[in-house]
């Protein structure tokens, strides 16, 4: 069966550099979220998109930015990196009411 | 504030004996999700529970949704090493609103 793909993997970038992360969401699947999960920490929830528009919107800092596609892929860019920017970044996708499902997550080094 | 309390948050116990993890709220949810997630991985979902007092069986993992649908408990019988791994409970009200999380437990099981 189909999950959720994030890329890359891994990333590493300097300080006050800008990464992108993508998300693929599982086919047909309205929603997608975005968390952040530090080091020994639970994901926090940084924002969420339902068919294409922005649902909800957490803890994400300014320097943060999202958006979800036509195709429901959905980028999360990220400028003038900080090393606390250092954390795995999940993508999850669930269909209305439905559980949610995450992908392997991306990895960010901030250095 | 947390919006999901789990307990205990840290865990270490030997092979073949049992343990309850819990994960409780002031708020009534529509659905309730337990994850398991490795290190550097996602999380990977276990069970959903949607009916108060509902309760679902996977191999020697027992779930259970309070009547009220504010809490939930996970109980593992003959714990096993790879059953090691965090633990997360994740509920959201309905709709297209974020799906949060309690703080994990980072359940150990020595051989």
């Known amino acids: 069966a189909a999950g959720v793909i994030q890329s890359p993997r891994h990333l590493i970038k300097e300080k006050r550099e800008t990464a992108t992360l993508k998300c693929y969401p599982i086919p047909r699947h309205d929603t997608v979220y975005w968390y952040q999960q530090g080091p020994g920490q639970d994901p926090q929830f940084l924002i969420s998109f339902y068919e294409k528009m922005q649902s909800d919107k957490g803890s994400i800092p300014d320097r943060f930015s999202a958006q979800q596609f036509s195709d429901y892929h959905s980028e999360l860019n990220m400028s003038s990196l900080e090393l606390g920017d250092s954390a795995l970044y999940f993508c999850?996708?669930?269909?209305?009411?439905?559980?949610?499902?995450f992908g392997q997550g991306t990895r960010l080094t901030v250095v | 504030t947390q919006l999901l309390e789990q307990s205990p948050q840290f865990l270490s116990i030997q092979e073949g004996e049992n343990l309850t993890v819990y994960c409780n709220s002031s708020?009534?949810?529509?659905?309730l999700q337990w994850y398991r997630q490795e290190p550097g991985e996602g999380p990977v979902l276990l069970v959903t529970?949607?009916?108060?007092?509902e309760v679902k069986k996977l191999k020697r993992l027992t779930f259970q949704f309070g009547d009220a649908r504010k809490d939930s408990s996970l109980h593992i019988t003959a714990a096993q090493p790879g059953d090691t791994g965090l633990y997360l409970c994740?509920?959201?009200?309905?709709?297209?609103?974020?799906?949060?999380f309690g703080q994990g437990t980072r359940l150990t099981i020595n051989p």
């Open positions: 708020s009534v949810f529509s659905s």
């Open positions: 529970v949607v009916t108060g007092g």
């Open positions: 999850a996708s669930r269909q209305k009411n439905t559980e949610a499902f």
């Open positions: 994740a509920a959201s009200s309905g709709g297209a609103q974020k799906l949060v």
